[in-house]
């Protein structure tokens, strides 16, 4: 059970560049997140799904582009990369978002840094 | 909206000192409040929770009280370790869907 998974762990880009972040998580999760980390900013919400399928926008969601086509996974793109992008980017999943089974279960993130 | 404010770092402390990282937050409605810390490297890990107001969360000797007389959730661990060296964020989760609203974190450091 490795729980979330991210690749890469590492990478630079140059502006304008583009690439997909895979997530995911052998957990049958139903809800899955993509968060970025930024320093003194705490984490904020990119975008989330809530089942195969589906996304949402959440508090950050403008340079970025979700997709869950299989349960298991979320990947985030970025079509065209901007400096204002490096950051820690982690994934997280949850049984459910409400009740004794919401607790989000977190990756081990991503650093990506953008030239 | 929604948001939390927590002390700013570095907390750097002696092994078995008593440890307070304060954390208040301002909602609407009545939201579930969580730690989480991250290790060195490492994603961030459910520390502990709580979903109403007075209940006490707690785990690994850490807890802390959902006040909502003072909006607060304090973290307080009665004798640090090494180990516990870590950045602790908190959170706050309104009613319905679960998105989840981060503090700052603060780093803790414990020396030996």
């Known amino acids: 059970n490795a729980g979330v998974t991210q690749t890469p762990k590492f990478r630079v880009l140059k502006t304008g560049q583009s690439m997909t972040l895979l997530c995911a998580q052998d957990m049958n999760h139903e809800y899955m997140y993509w968060y970025r980390q930024d320093p003194g900013m705490g984490l904020r919400l990119i975008h989330y799904?809530?089942?195969?399928?589906?996304?949402a926008k959440g508090e950050v969601p403008d340079g970025y582009n979700v997709s869950r086509l299989k349960k298991q996974n979320f990947l985030l793109g970025l079509e065209s990369a901007a400096p204002s992008q490096t950051s820690v980017y982690f994934c997280a999943s949850s049984y459910s978002s409400q009740g004794a089974r919401n607790e989000q279960f977190f990756g081990p993130g991503t650093r990506l840094t953008v030239l | 909206g929604n948001s939390v404010t927590q002390m700013e770092g570095p907390v750097t402390l002696s092994e078995e000192a008593f440890l307070t990282i304060n954390c208040t937050y301002t909602?609407?409605?009545?939201?579930?409040l969580f730690w989480y810390v991250q290790y060195p490297g490492e994603g961030l890990q459910l520390l502990l929770k709580a979903t109403k107001a007075d209940d006490k969360g707690s785990n690994k000797g850490f807890e802390a009280t959902y006040r909502k007389e003072t909006t607060s959730f304090h973290l307080e661990k009665g004798s640090v370790q090494v180990s516990d060296s870590a950045v602790y964020f908190c959170a706050l989760a309104n009613t319905g869907f679960q998105k989840l609203v981060f503090g700052t974190g603060t780093r803790l450091l414990v020396s030996p």
């Open positions: 799904s809530v089942g195969e399928g589906t996304t």
């Open positions: 909602a609407t409605g009545y939201p579930s």
